[in-house]
């Protein structure tokens, strides 16, 4: 079955710095990577997700990458906020699949 | 609001008793996903339905059982609890062909 890793487990960022969280998959089968922020005590929620058939997607200061080749997709966020620290997680699927595969997550902290 | 409700948020009960989670899907979504995360840790897959029918099973314990009804909710049966059984548990829900998947609030399971 797929198999996600992600990298760092725990990252801090100054305040209108930037941050990068990147992940690997092992199934080449895998069609869909969306990434989740977790707040504390909160459920996850989509924030940005890319298909396969593109190599980069933005929304406002997040951006997604995607290499099949490597099979690794990383999340980029730019001038980070305090809002923006909460646990980060990747996951990967493919549409016949159907069962997302999270990575193990990402703790982000946004130093003022 | 996702639009994924899970049932009830918060559950205290003993070792070796047996609990009953409830979650109901988005209107519309046939999938539903069930995910244990335990403290500081990442999202475990427990199992997936798919339309009443299972699709897919992670690694969940024998203990622990679930099934998705004809008006597609769903509960996550858990027995013979354990202590290292305290965790956060989430329901998801995803329509066909739509690999996101929105998280309901989770229902805190502690075993004491």
């Known amino acids: 079955g797929e198999n996600v890793e992600q990298h760092p487990s725990t990252l801090s960022v100054q305040e209108g710095d930037s941050a990068v969280i990147k992940c690997t998959y092992s199934d080449s089968a895998s069609n869909y990577f969306p990434w989740y922020k977790q707040e504390l005590g909160k459920r996850p929620q989509l924030i940005i997700d890319?298909?396969?058939?593109?190599g980069e997607k933005k929304d406002q200061r997040i951006a997604v990458t995607l290499n099949k080749t490597a099979k690794h997709f990383s999340l980029h966020i730019t001038e980070t906020q305090p809002e923006d620290s909460a646990v980060y997680f990747c996951?990967?699927?493919?549409?016949?699949?159907?069962?997302?595969?999270f990575g193990t997550g990402t703790r982000l902290t946004i130093i003022p | 609001d996702s639009g994924v409700t899970q049932t009830p948020k918060h559950l205290i009960t003993a070792t070796g008793q047996r609990v009953t989670l409830r979650c109901s899907p988005r209107?519309?979504?046939?999938?539903v996903y069930w995910y244990q995360q335990s403290l500081d840790q990442g999202l475990q897959f427990l199992i997936h339905y798919y339309n009443g029918e299972e699709r897919a099973k992670g690694n969940i314990l024998e203990r622990f059982s679930a099934q998705q009804f004809p008006d597609l909710h769903s509960e996550l049966n858990l027995s013979s609890l354990e202590l290292g059984d305290s965790a956060l548990y989430f329901c998801?829900?995803?329509?066909?062909?739509?690999?996101?998947?929105?998280f309901g609030q989770g229902t805190r399971l502690t075993v004491v």
């Open positions: 209107s519309g979504d046939l999938s």
């Open positions: 996951a990967a699927t493919n549409f016949g699949n159907e069962k997302l595969t």
């Open positions: 890319i298909r396969s058939n593109v």
């Open positions: 998801a829900s995803g329509g066909q062909m739509n690999t996101e998947a929105f």
